[in-house]
Nanobody, 124 residues
Framework: QVTLVESGGGLVQAGGSLRLSCAAS????????MAWFRQAPGKDREFVAG????????AYGDSEKGRFTISRLNTKNMVYLQMNSLETEDSAVYYCAASSTLGTLSLLGEYDYWGQGTQVTVSS
């Protein structure tokens, strides 16, 4: 069982930056793939970024490449999402997710555990 708690969301102007954090419970954190997804009102939840258990592999959604960076610190059971050059289209609730199946990083169905989400609002 893994419990995930996100933080770091807020209101930022377009072009600005935010860093999201996800704190995970459990003693086998490094055995989980981790990811960030987001969901805007009226839209499906979509993949933002993912990272493998030991951090050797990462993946990003097409619109996030070059602007967002996912990282993890296994000694602290933490995952981060650094978001730069934010656009109004990035506004959404951002969710941290954990996968014990170690499958494809970008597939929503691979993830067993989800946080409650943190709101990111980008103003023009």
């Amino acid at each position: 069982q893994v419990t995930l708690v996100e933080s770091g969301g807020g209101l930022v102007q377009a072009g600005g930056s935010l860093r999201l954090s996800c704190a995970a419970s459990g003693r086998t954190f490094s055995s989980y793939n981790m990811a960030w997804f987001r969901q805007a009102p009226g839209k499906d939840r979509e993949f933002v970024a993912g990272i493998s258990g030991l951090g050797g592999s990462t993946a990003y959604g097409d619109s996030e490449k070059g602007r967002f960076t996912i990282s993890r610190l296994n000694t602290k059971n933490m995952v981060y999402l650094q978001m730069n050059s934010l656009e109004t289209e990035d506004s959404a609730v951002y969710y941290c997710a954990a996968s014990s199946t170690l499958g494809t990083l970008s597939l929503l169905g691979e993830y067993d555990y989800w946080g409650q989400g943190t709101q990111v609002t980008v103003s023009s």
